[in-house]
Nanobody, 120 residues
Framework: QLVESGGGWVQAGAPLSLSCATPGFAFRDFAMGWFRQYPGQNREFVAA????????NYDDSVKGRFTISRDNAKNTVYLQMNSLKLEDTAVYYC???????????????WGQGTQVTVSS
């Protein structure tokens, strides 16, 4: 029900935009978040916003570089990533929760993930 797209390979400093479409999902009922996962580690918080696009918060590591947004008419959440760094390389997941949270355990629905690779 959550389908990420837009991942790929980019050079450091370049931008990349991720999308998460939610066909057949009660999108407006949920806060949405983006997480990322490094090999062998738990998923870590990147950004989240509530059902109407408010209460936006970011992890400090991406603040000022990444922008989360949503379009309730299109049932889609976005993550615009600018000034990408090598350490942004990870699998990125979108997720849905009934609460706006930084904790992955609060999220009930997950996409399949999309790989983002940043090279020098």
């Amino acid at each position: 029900q959550l389908v990420e797209s837009g991942g790929g390979w980019v050079q450091a400093g370049a931008p990349l935009s991720l999308s998460c479409a939610t066909p057949g999902f009660a999108f407006r009922d949920f806060a949405m978040g983006w997480f990322r996962q490094y090999p062998g580690q738990n998923r870590e918080f990147v950004a989240a916003l509530n059902w109407d696009g408010g209460a936006i918060n970011y992890d400090d590591s991406v603040k000022g570089r990444f922008t989360i947004s949503r379009d309730n008419a299109k049932n889609t959440v976005y993550l615009q990533m600018n000034s990408l760094k090598l350490e942004d390389t990870a699998v990125y997941y979108c997720a849905a929760s009934l609460v706006t949270s930084r904790f992955w355990r609060d999220y009930d629905y997950w996409g399949q993930g999309t790989q983002v690779t940043v090279s020098s």
